[in-house]
């Protein structure tokens, strides 16, 4: 039978988690075998020197409509976009908000058929590959319920993207949401991030957590990038980003924590220094203010 018991890292399971995983031929963990095509995407998601990225997410309208702090897309969003690596939202965003002389990479949001008004697990693809090849997409996402109403067909239309996407040589992320009978905890997270590689997902997106998230990281065999999740202060923000990649995550995907700042450029360009450069939260949150005071 499946080990399914569910129980706690720290009981009778071996991560090695202070053994890298090797990744002979191409810097990115998990992605040696891949075609030239994604390998060629990847590296522009993920910074070959550093091997990791910043991500700014901003594909809360499609769920949520004007968001606090992206009530206007074309004019949070520009500017921004020379501080971080790689670009997280809708094609109606990208169409309507960003210039298409950008020269960011893009992952594009495919998934559809929810808002906060109903149950957010009932989603279908709605983005094709061919059209996210036609918006010259480095990657294509969708969130994946696990525990939830939805997890089958969460799973099945990550599948889906996957299944086109490596027809096209287009990465695909898996992006955890947390079911309503689950808990944000290394278990859960560990379980979740594990489904999402083994279906063939080539990076995933998840939430940190404490204690065991160097388990989560270690038992998941492709890129890990963490949610930014609900907006916390500046230096706590850092704080966070600083324990994931020290645990081995390669990057984070920030949205609230990066637009909703005081000085929101500042702190993309502190969040960029402490995952390209991993300097600690208080050198960073040093520059932040330094930036702030100077804009």
Known sequence: MPDNDMTPASNNKEYGVHIPMENSGFFLKGSAH????????????????????????????????????????????????????????????????????TNKPLVLRCSTGATVLKELS????????????????????????????????????????INEGNRYGVPTLGVTAVGKEMLRDARYLGLACRVIAELGAHFVKTYYCEPGFDTVVAACPVPIVIAGGKKLPELDALKMAYKAIDQGAMGVDMGRNIFAAEDPAAMAQAVGAVVHRFEKPEQAYALYNDLKRNT
């Open 34 to 101: 891949l075609y030239w095509g994604m390998k060629n995407r990847l590296s522009r998601i993920f910074n070959p020197e550093s091997g990791r990225t910043v991500m700014l997410a901003f594909d809360h309208g499609y769920i949520m409509g004007p968001t606090s702090g992206l009530e206007r897309l074309d004019l949070v969003v520009p500017p921004l976009i020379p501080y971080v690596d790689c670009l997280m939202g809708t094609r109606g965003a990208l169409r309507t908000c960003i210039s298409p002389e």
């Open 122 to 161: 009932n989603e279908i693809i709605g983005v094709t590959l061919e059209e996210a090849l036609a918006m010259n997409a480095a990657a294509v996402t969708t969130q994946v319920c696990i525990g939830a109403e939805g997890e089958r067909e969460t799973l099945d239309n990550l599948a889906y993207l």
